[in-house]
């Protein structure tokens, strides 16, 4: 009694600490993902890309304003939004005069270096009679241009003006808005931390808001639309955050009332209450502190933990009050720790997957049952003692024992199973495809689309990865790459292609281009290049001369705090000990991109979706290997304890079959099975194997109470699983329709499979 | 790099200066009163630019319409060319080149080259903003009215001063723009339409240069 009084403060003071300092992830990378090699650390920083996940891409449109209305409208989005102290940056997706000044006194003394890819073609085109025409021609339009001083400050280290020659290439290798009437997109980059998801939802209710009350003043005028990763990840962090809640309740309240039905009694379901309280604060504070975080999915299925852990409560406190007492309770310990270590090895076999969410899926699973366990066998006592629960089950399906019924249903009901199993299980197949388990996000992608088919933009998700020892070989690998590209481009399989050059040129290619200058620089040429300004009616007198050049060449470094760095640092990464060149690629087919690149040393077309693929079908695959190994130790543990191989295979078989049974059901159904459902049926494995246990062991010689304990068990875990179903979260569906079947058919199957056959 | 920041200089300067004729007894507050755009004004003009980099002085000419919220030039010689600036954005259009260049202006008032001309524009209907950025002198005599502006230091530092002048009673038909290096622009400009017919004439070119957009 003085036990159980420590023992419900405990369980206060768990809970709460649990609540307040438990730091829950809703980012879906963080659970399928960790980066274990290059390869998926390259991936895990993509998704995770701190510049894409604080960015918004904001489409306005407003078909009915003139262009003015429009205007003063942006300008005033713009005013608001970057007068929020959590908004770094507001663009329009082209750089701004002053960007473009300083990307010009930046690049302006490169000019020569930067020229061209070919500097041994392009140089004595240029210096040809025709191609220093047209660059003249070009030097008079812009000193006849609009901005005649921005070409006059130029000529003293540029007499050729090659610096407009490289604006213009740039130009062509940015991503960049198009021009349609009525509509404009904004980029916002905020400072709000990625991984922030409730800033994040804060700041898009500020952004609504300010849009609503300068929208309200020109009547509901302008129609917006928002995109971008923080948007996608705070979706999903909602509907991770409302599967919780749903789960939680539904799931809890299920159970509560199948309890108050089954034992008609509010204590017993108190007390079990209780037992399940700290089992879940025990497992939340251990995943927490070995984690540092414990993932909303893991909360999500945490919940329906209970289903398995509160197997060990009720089986004891059935036989407590069928059998001897509460004295049971210490003849049900040993099944019961064999039915936990059973349950522990299967996840610590998921655990081994390499998976990152199946990891702490694990952890938390394997504490929560060990917790269970002990309180069980350690403060169950101590409650009935305190609380004196009705512990007599009001349900029965013991009709299923009688020899006459089992006699009639086995062969129909196995032969029912085989074929579904054979049938069934012939059609199964698997799948990778990740984007199945998340929630519903079609919404979100058309208006992502939407918005992005007013941009001349990269196409996310796939680009061609250029990869070298350093930044010297993966430049030079990516300039040797961009001739096949226009290729492309010329033949329409691709849109638009956004390389390094001309941002960053490699040493070599800068240093061609200077060679080739200052060989080509000789009396001849500065004279037929006077000759051709005085053609353009141009007064050669007042230029400067043309120099040899010797300028060291442009670093990245050199880049760093100029405008021309954040156009460039998201291209250059590092992948493992190799240095990578992204080259970011418009909209294109990317089975003839993918076959025009094949073959090339250091190049690789990346898809960020095939990558995923490719990464959960090695999980999947190691997983199942794990869970095979897993499920044969269970079988040694079991043989060890029975002694015998055949007995241990007995008691394997009810979960086995159901497990098969379900597979094949899924595989009739034409279902393509997933991660999550391997998780399902590791889930409904450990739970069946526990009743084959205890069915087995029947440690009180009355089979019929340990049926009833069973049958309790498995319609709370039935129901606790079951209520998966109603989440958005189609991962916790895949959950929902595996382990509510399997564990009713496991306790189905027990006295079918293993009645009289198992000696104890 | 070429756009069409030259002629819209021309245009905004018109903008602020051609709409309204001028009273032989105006004063330098009557003028900039009644320099704000109103109804649409055609304009045919001519552009000498003189260069030192260039060996003879370079001449332009063509349409220029001045309305409310656009300013729109159909250049004509040396080459078609049009030209049109509205607040958030400038249009290039140059047929003969196939040419069709977009400026999304995040700051109207700041386009490279024009500045001094639109942060006129942009103060010329208050005699004290205008004295914040010039130093203003209005002088009237012989029959014509000249206001002339000189850049307050470090506001623009290519541009030596602005000199608009017309004839009594009249509005704006020439502006002068010199530069610190010596090199200077002349605008002259002849009234043609205004109004209505103005619009009408507008209208129809515009229509034109939707056509071409991208």
New interface residues.
């Given amino acids: 009694m003085k036990h159980a009084g420590w023992f419900l403060v405990l369980s206060a003071g768990l809970a709460l600490l649990a609540i307040t300092t438990t730091r829950i992830h809703t980012d879906i990378t963080d659970f399928f993902f960790h980066g274990d090699d290059a390869d998926s650390a390259f991936l895990v920083n993509q998704l995770q890309s701190d510049e894409l996940a604080r960015r918004y891409l904001v489409g306005f449109s407003y078909p009915d304003l003139?262009?003015?209305a429009?205007?003063?409208f942006?300008t005033a989005v713009r005013q608001r939004l970057e007068a929020d102290p959590d908004v770094q940056r507001v663009n329009?997706g082209?750089p701004?005069?002053a960007a473009l000044?300083q990307l010009i006194q930046v690049y302006a003394p490169h000019h020569v270096q930067l020229f061209s890819l070919q500097p041994e073609q392009d140089f004595p085109t240029l210096f040809s009679t025709q191609g220093l025409d047209a660059q003249e021609l070009?030097v008079?339009?812009?000193?006849?241009?609009?901005?005649?001083?921005?070409?006059?400050s130029l000529?003293h280290e540029d007499p050729m003006?090659l610096t407009?020659n490289w604006?213009?290439k740039l130009g062509r290798s940015t991503p960049r808005p198009?021009?349609r009437?009525g509509y404009s997109v904004l980029f916002v980059d905020t400072r709000i931390d990625a991984t922030d998801t409730a800033a994040q939802a804060r700041f898009q209710q500020r952004l609504q808001t300010i849009f609503k009350q300068l929208d309200a003043s020109l009547g509901d005028a302008v129609h917006m639309e928002v995109t971008g990763v923080p948007v996608f990840a705070v979706h999903i962090k909602n509907a991770v955050a409302q599967d919780i809640q749903r789960v939680s309740i539904l799931s809890a309240a299920s159970v509560a009332l199948l309890f108050l039905l089954v034992f008609r009694s509010g204590r017993a379901l108190l007390v079990t209450a209780l037992l399940m309280l700290t089992t879940l604060a025990t497992a939340v504070l251990v995943t927490d502190g070995v984690f540092g975080y414990v993932h909303g999915l893991t909360l999500a299925l945490g919940t329906t933990l209970i289903g398995v852990c509160i197997d060990y409560p009720i089986h004891a406190m059935v036989h407590a009050s069928e059998a001897a007492g509460a004295a049971t309770l210490q003849r049900l310990w040993s099944p019961m720790i064999l039915a936990g270590i059973t349950t522990v090895i299967g996840y610590a076999a998921l655990a081994m997957s390499g998976f990152p969410g199946l990891q702490q899926i694990a952890l938390f699973s394997a504490t929560g049952i060990l917790t269970a366990l002990l309180l069980t066998r350690f403060a169950l006592p101590g409650l009935i003692a305190m609380f004196h629960p009705s512990l007599h089950p009001r349900l029965s399906a013991n009709w299923l024992l009688a020899e006459p019924v089992t006699r009639i249903l086995r062969p129909g009901i196995l032969v029912v199973a085989a074929v579904v199993v054979v049938a069934g299980d012939s059609r199964l197949h698997w799948s990778s495809d990740l984007n199945t388990l998340s929630p519903d996000l079609e919404q979100l992608r058309q208006r992502d689309r939407s918005i992005r088919t007013h941009l001349v933009t990269v196409e996310p998700g796939r680009f061609l990865l250029v990869s070298g020892n350093n930044i010297e070989q993966a430049l030079q690998s990516a300039e040797q790459l961009i001739p096949r590209l226009r290729q492309l481009h010329d033949e329409g399989v691709l849109d638009a292609f956004f390389p390094v050059y001309p941002l960053l040129a490699s040493r070599a290619l800068q240093q061609r281009n200077e060679t080739q200058w200052n060989e080509i620089l000789d009396a001849a040429a500065s004279t037929h290049w006077r000759q051709a300004l005085?053609r353009h009616?141009?007064?050669a007198r007042?230029?400067p001369p043309l120099q040899p050049e010797r300028l060291a060449p442009l670093q990245p470094a050199d880049l760093k705090g100029t405008s021309a760095w954040p156009l460039i640092s998201s291209q250059l990464v590092q992948l493992g000990e190799q240095t990578a060149a992204i080259i970011w690629l418009g909209h294109h087919d990317p089975g003839r991109v993918r076959r025009a690149v094949a073959g090339i040393p250091q190049v690789r077309y990346f898809s960020q979706k095939d990558s995923i693929t490719r990464l959960a079908t090695r999980y999947r695959e190691h997983a199942t290997t794990m869970l095979l190994l897993g499920m044969l130790t269970i079988l040694l543990l079991l043989a060890v304890r029975y002694r015998s191989l055949r007995r241990a295979l007995q008691v394997l078989a009810p979960a086995a079959a159901s497990i098969l049974i379900v597979m094949g059901a899924w595989g009739l159904v034409g279902v393509p099975l997933g991660m999550l459902h391997l998780v399902g049926l590791l889930l409904a494995a450990a739970i069946c194997v526990d009743y084959g246990i205890f069915f087995a062991d029947n440690r009180v010689g009355d089979r019929r109470i340990t049926f009833q304990a069973i049958m309790v068990s498995a319609l709370t875990s039935a129901v606790s699983f079951g209520a998966l179903g109603a989440a958005q979260t189609p991962a916790l569906h895949a959950l929902a329709w595996t382990v509510a079947p399997a564990v009713l058919l496991g306790f189905l199957l027990c006295p079918l499979m293993l009645r009289g056959r198992v000696s104890c | 790099?070429?756009?069409?920041?030259?002629?819209?200089?021309r245009l905004l300067a018109l903008l602020l200066l051609l709409p309204a004729p001028v009273l032989a007894t105006d004063t330098l507050d009557d003028v900039l009163a009644r320099m704000q755009a109103g109804q649409p004004h055609h304009y045919r003009y001519r552009e000498i630019?003189h260069?030192?980099?260039?060996?003879?002085d370079?001449q332009a000419q063509g349409d220029l319409f001045v309305a409310e919220?656009r300013l729109f030039i159909a250049q004509s010689l040396p080459r078609p060319l049009l030209i049109s600036i509205?607040?958030?954005?400038m249009l290039y259009l140059d047929p003969q080149h196939d040419v069709r260049r977009?400026r999304?202006l995040?700051?109207n008032t700041?386009?490279?080259?024009?500045t001094p001309l639109l942060q006129f524009f942009r103060t010329s209907h208050s005699r004290a903003e205008l004295e914040k950025r010039f130093r203003v002198r209005f002088t009237s005599t012989q029959g014509r009215w000249t206001l002339h502006l000189v850049p307050d230091s470090g506001w623009h530092r290519?541009v030596r001063y602005l000199e608009i002048s017309g004839n009594e009673s009249q509005g704006t038909d020439h502006i002068h723009l010199e530069?610190t290096?010596n090199?200077y622009t002349d605008w002259f400009l002849t009234a043609q339409s205004s109004g209505a017919q103005a619009a009408a004439e507008m209208e129809a070119l515009l229509q034109q240069t939707r056509s071409w957009?991208?």
């Fill in positions: 003139d262009e003015e429009g205007f003063d942006l329009s082209r701004s005069e000044r070009r008079r339009e812009a000193l006849l241009g609009p901005d005649p001083q921005l070409a006059k000529l003006l407009l604006l213009q198009l021009t009437q005085e009616g141009l007064n007042t230029f | 790099m070429r756009s069409p920041t030259r002629q819209a200089l630019r260069m030192e980099l260039l060996e003879d370079w919220r509205t607040a958030s954005r977009v999304i995040q700051d700041n386009i490279p080259g024009i290519f530069f290096d090199d957009q991208p």
